[in-house]
């Protein structure tokens, strides 16, 4: 996975501490499925609480959100297409994608935790309601 959002196989309450250090709505990240191998989870903080949606691979290559039961499911042909369709308003998780939470590493320092805000990161809309042009750099 190739994405600078993906944090690799770090469990659901590393995850949750990382989202609710930052604690800026929209903040998301992409971690490892501890419960099905192969599987992706994407992460999303929103009022204190951390939403975790399911990202599966299908054999065709694409990818699909599950959300809660009634919810359509989506395919999107890669992970930059299914993120950028999330950080549109109104497309059925919690709250529309603002910021990734990035792993930045720094030359000869151990990894570190970065936020990004969306214009950083190939927004293609203009209107998306998140503040600040800085990165924070969060402790291990």
């Known amino acids: 996975m190739d994405h600078p959002?993906?944090?690799g196989p770090i469990t659901k309450q590393r995850c949750e501490e990382l989202l609710g250090k930052n604690g800026r709505d929209g903040t998301y990240l992409i971690r490892d499925s501890e419960t099905i191998q192969g599987a992706l989870c994407l992460c999303v903080y929103k009022q204190k609480v951390v939403y975790t949606y399911r990202i599966l691979q299908t054999h065709t290559g694409y990818f699909t959100l599950q959300a809660s039961s009634g919810t359509e499911e989506k395919f999107f042909k890669t992970m930059k297409e299914l993120i950028r369709h999330y950080k549109q308003r109104n497309q059925g998780l919690a709250t529309h994608l603002c910021r990734s939470l990035k792993i930045k590493k720094l030359q000869n320092q151990p990894m570190q935790f970065a936020e990004s805000?969306?214009?950083n990161?190939?927004?293609?809309?203009?209107?998306?309601?998140?503040?600040?042009?800085?990165?924070v750099v969060l402790p291990d």
């Open 5 to 7: 959002a993906y944090h």
């Open 117 to 119: 805000p969306v214009p």
């Open 121 to 135: 990161e190939d927004n293609d809309y203009e209107n998306v309601d998140c503040s600040g042009d800085y990165v």
